[in-house]
Nanobody, 126 residues
Framework: QVQLVESGGGLVQAGGSLRLSCTAS????????MGWFRQAPGKEREFVAA????????YYADSVKGRFTISRDNAKNTVYLQMNSLKPEDTAVYYC???????????????????WGQGTQVTVSS
C-alpha cells in the first residue's frame, strides 16, 4: 500500500509560480512512475506531467510544456511539480498518482496508476 500526500497548492496571480510536492509512504518509491493530473470544475481529469520509475524520463501535456517541470527525489520519496508562468486556465485540483512500473505509453492514462493523493487546489487569478 502506498499513501500519497500533496502540498503546495494555493492562490497565485497569473504569471506567478507554485511548486507542488507529493510525498509517498513505503519503501518501493523508486519502482513507481509518478504522475500529476488535474481536474477543473465540470471537466474530466486530465494528464499534466509524469516521470518514469527507471530512467527518470519526463512527459508533459502540450498545455504545460515549457512552463511546468516534474522531478523526483527517491531518497525523500517525493515528486515535485514546478509550475511557472501560470495561467487562469491552470486552475484546478491537482492530484499526484503512483503507478507501479508504469511504462511510457501509459504515462498519461489515469487507469495505469495504482494510487492517488487527495488533491491540492491551485487557483490562478487573472
Amino acid at each position: 500500500q502506498v499513501q500519497l500526500v500533496e502540498s503546495g497548492g494555493g492562490l497565485v496571480q497569473a504569471g506567478g509560480s507554485l511548486r507542488l510536492s507529493c510525498t509517498a509512504s513505503g519503501r518501493t518509491f523508486s519502482s513507481y512512475a509518478m504522475g500529476w493530473f488535474r481536474q477543473a470544475p465540470g471537466k474530466e481529469r486530465e494528464f499534466v506531467a509524469a516521470i518514469g520509475w527507471s530512467s527518470g524520463s519526463t512527459y508533459y501535456a502540450d498545455s504545460v510544456k515549457g512552463r511546468f517541470t516534474i522531478s523526483r527525489d527517491n531518497a525523500k520519496n517525493t515528486v515535485y511539480l514546478q509550475m511557472n508562468s501560470l495561467k487562469p486556465e491552470d486552475t484546478a485540483v491537482y492530484y499526484c498518482a503512483a503507478g507501479y512500473r508504469t511504462t511510457a505509453q501509459f504515462m498519461g492514462v489515469p487507469r495505469a496508476y495504482n494510487y492517488w493523493g487527495q488533491g491540492t487546489q491551485v487557483t490562478v487569478s487573472s
